[in-house]
C-alpha cells in the first residue's frame, strides 16, 4: 500500500526566508501525491496536486512543489514565508481510484 | 471539485453514548472515506463507504465500534459508538470524484468530538 514519510515534524523560518518542507512517498504505481493546510481549528485546504504531466506543480499562496521520481520526492517550497503561512501541513498519496495516505504533518512557524 | 457538508461541525457527548456524523456531498460521487484525526496528529483512515456494500475497514477500526452507511451515491453516515473519552478527535469525511485522482479528493470541515 502506499505511504508517505515527512522529514521534520516541525520546521521554523524568518519572515521572508525559504520554505521548504520535505515528504518522500512510497507507491507500487505511479502516485499522485497532494499537500494540504491545515489552519488551527479549521478543516483541511488543497495547496497543491500532482496527478500527470508537468512534474513542477504550483499552488495557491504562492507554494510549489516537484515530484521527483527517481527520489520519490514531492517538496514543498515556497520562495519567501510569510506569518500568514504558520499552520500544519500535511503532505498525501493516493494510487489514483483510491484512498489517500497521509504523511504525519510538518507543523511550520514563521518567525517575525 | 464536490462540495461536502458535514454535520454536526462539534459536539460534547457523555461516555457510553453514541454520536452519526452525517456528511452530503452535492454530486454522485463513487467512492467516499471517513478518517479521524486525533488531536495533535495526521488523519488515519477509519473506512471506505461504497454505495451498495459493505464499508471496508482499516486494521484497527471495527463495524461494531464504527458503524457506517452508504444508502446512496451522495450520502454516508459514521456512527461512533459506544464513546470513551479516547474517541475525542475530530471526525472527516471525504470524497473522490468519479474521475479518479484526477479530479482530486475533497473534505468536509469536519466534526469535532469531545466525550466527556
Known amino acids: 500500500a502506499q505511504s508517505v514519510t515527512q522529514l521534520g515534524s516541525h520546521v521554523s523560518v524568518s519572515e521572508g526566508a525559504l520554505v521548504l518542507l520535505r515528504c518522500n512517498y512510497s507507491?507500487?504505481?505511479?502516485?499522485?501525491l497532494f499537500w494540504y493546510v491545515q489552519y488551527p481549528n479549521q478543516g483541511l485546504q488543497l495547496l497543491l496536486k500532482y496527478t500527470t504531466g508537468a512534474t513542477l506543480v504550483k499552488g495557491i499562496n504562492g507554494f510549489e512543489a516537484e515530484f521527483k521520481k527517481s527520489e520519490t520526492s514531492f517538496h514543498l517550497t515556497k520562495p519567501s514565508a510569510h506569518m500568514s503561512d504558520a499552520a500544519e501541513y500535511f503532505c498525501a498519496v493516493s494510487e489514483g481510484n483510491n484512498d489517500m495516505r497521509f504523511g504525519a504533518g510538518t507543523r511550520l512557524t514563521v518567525k517575525p | 471539485s464536490a462540495v461536502i457538508s458535514q454535520k454536526p461541525s462539534r459536539d460534547i457527548c457523555q461516555r457510553g453514548t453514541s454520536l452519526t456524523i452525517q456528511c452530503q456531498v452535492d454530486s454522485q460521487v463513487t467512492m467516499m472515506f471517513w478518517y479521524r484525526q486525533q488531536p495533535g496528529q495526521s488523519l488515519t483512515l477509519i473506512a471506505t463507504a461504497n454505495q451498495g456494500s459493505e464499508a471496508t475497514y482499516e486494521s484497527g477500526f471495527v463495524i461494531d465500534k464504527f458503524p457506517i452507511s452508504r444508502p446512496n451515491l451522495t450520502f454516508s453516515t459514521l456512527t461512533v459508538s459506544n464513546m470513551s473519552p479516547e474517541d475525542s478527535s475530530i471526525y472527516l469525511c471525504?470524497?473522490?470524484?468519479?474521475?479518479?485522482?484526477?479530479?482530486?479528493?475533497?473534505f468536509g470541515s469536519g466534526t469535532r468530538l469531545t466525550v466527556v
Open positions: 471525504s470524497v473522490l470524484g468519479t474521475g479518479g485522482g484526477l479530479y482530486g479528493y475533497t
Open positions: 507507491s507500487s504505481v505511479p502516485p499522485y
